[in-house]
C-alpha cells in the first residue's frame, strides 16, 4: 500500500493497494489517518487506486465498504480508480446508501478523476 497526504489539498489522502487483496493493517492504518485529518476539517476526501484490483473479492469489496460505514461521518468524496467490472455497479449502489459522494474511474482517467475528487 502507498499513501500520500496532498501537500495542496490537505484534506484528500490518495492510497494506492498495490496488492489484489486488501489487508486490514491497510484499513487501519487509512482509519487511524482519516481520524487525523478530522481534527483539522470536517471532511475527508480519497482517491483509491486498485490497479491490480480486476479480481478482488466481494469480501474485500465489502470489508471496505463497511469500513467506510464506519467512518462515514469524516468522509466528503471517494474517488475509486481501476480495472474491475463490478466496481462501477457496486459504487452505482452504495451511492444510495451513504452519505458521502463516490465514483468510479477507469485508470485511464486518473487526471479526471483527481480533478473530480478535488473539486468542491
Not at 497526504?5 to 487511524?32: A, C, G, T
Not at 487506486?49 to 480486476?54: I, K, T, V
Amino acid at each position: 500500500m502507498y499513501v500520500e497526504i496532498d501537500k495542496i489539498h490537505k484534506n484528500l489522502i490518495s492510497v494506492e493497494f498495490l496488492e489484489s487483496e486488501i489487508k486490514k493493517r491497510e484499513i487501519d492504518w487509512l482509519s487511524k489517518h482519516i481520524k487525523e485529518l478530522r481534527q483539522e476539517f470536517p471532511k475527508v476526501n480519497l482517491l483509491i487506486l486498485l490497479p491490480n484490483h480486476s479480481k478482488a473479492t466481494i469480501k474485500t469489496v465489502f470489508s471496505v465498504f463497511k469500513f467506510f460505514i464506519e467512518e462515514h461521518s469524516y468522509i466528503g468524496k471517494i474517488a475509486i480508480i481501476g480495472h474491475h467490472s463490478i466496481l462501477p455497479t457496486l459504487i452505482d449502489i452504495e451511492n444510495r446508501l451513504v452519505p458521502w459522494e463516490e465514483k468510479y474511474f477507469d485508470i485511464e482517467t486518473l487526471e479526471e478523476a483527481w480533478n473530480w475528487v478535488t473539486c468542491d
